[in-house]
């Protein structure tokens, strides 16, 4: 199982306040979800509001990838969701 991120596209979700991005495993698309909290918790200085989240994502962009795949890997669901305590 490889899952990769070959799409860089990332959107926020106002009504769950999170950020949904997606992976690939094979021909599989892998939906994933980082929180905002998540997002406050590796950058302290990250703002309210959603220009400032995708921000944040962007500059943590690798270690939420590398959370994914520890995260993808422990489990067989449908929908992941990275909380700050899977950081």
């Known amino acids: 199982m490889t899952l990769?991120?070959?799409n860089g596209s990332?959107?926020?979700?106002?009504?769950?306040d999170r950020?949904?991005?997606?992976g690939h495993d094979s021909a599989l698309e892998i939906p994933?979800?980082?929180?905002?909290?998540?997002?406050?918790?590796l950058n302290p200085q990250t703002g309210n509001v959603e220009a400032a989240y995708l921000e944040?994502?962007?500059?943590a962009r690798d270690l939420i990838y590398e959370?994914?795949?520890k995260v993808?890997?422990?489990?067989?669901?449908?929908?992941?969701?990275?909380a700050a305590g899977d950081f």
């Open 4 to 6: 990769n991120f070959p």
């Open 10 to 16: 990332r959107s926020y979700d106002a009504a769950r």
């Open 19 to 22: 950020i949904r991005f997606w």
């Open 32 to 41: 994933f979800f980082v929180e905002v909290g998540a997002l406050q918790k």
């Open 56 to 59: 944040a994502f962007d500059a």
């Open 67 to 69: 959370t994914a795949r």
């Open 72 to 82: 993808y890997s422990r489990a067989g669901k449908g929908v992941y969701l990275l």
